[in-house]
Nanobody, 119 residues
């Protein structure tokens, strides 16, 4: 069982920055693929970025060059550094994890943290 706890959301002006954190409790962190998703009101949840168990990253086109995902194995934490924020980045951001060695795949989710980009 993996528990995920996000933090770092808030209100920021367009062009500003925020850093989200997600602490993973339980499980074997080195085997977890970590992801950040977001859901805006009235829209489907969408993938923002992933950080693989090996540290590789992938990003949605709409955040490339602005967002950076990373992980710290000593703190069992994954981060999402968000720069040059736009109003359209406003959403609830969710941390996601699954163990690459467990079949069938079981997804774990955090409770979400609100990010609001507005002047």
């Amino acid at each position: 069982q993996v528990q995920l706890v996000e933090s770092g959301g808030g209100l920021v002006q367009p062009g500003g920055s925020l850093r989200l954190s997600c602490v993973a409790w339980g499980g074997i962190f080195s085997r977890l693929v970590m992801g950040w998703y977001r859901q805006a009101p009235g829209k489907q949840r969408e993938l923002v970025a992933t950080v693989t168990d090996g540290g590789g990253t992938n990003y949605a086109d709409f955040v490339k060059g602005r967002f950076t995902a990373s992980r710290d194995h000593t703190k069992t934490t994954v981060y999402l550094q968000m720069n040059s924020l736009k109003p359209e980045d406003t959403a609830v951001y969710y941390c996601n994890a699954f163990d690459v060695q467990v079949r069938p795949r079981t997804d774990y989710w955090g409770q979400g943290t609100q990010v609001t980009v507005s002047s």
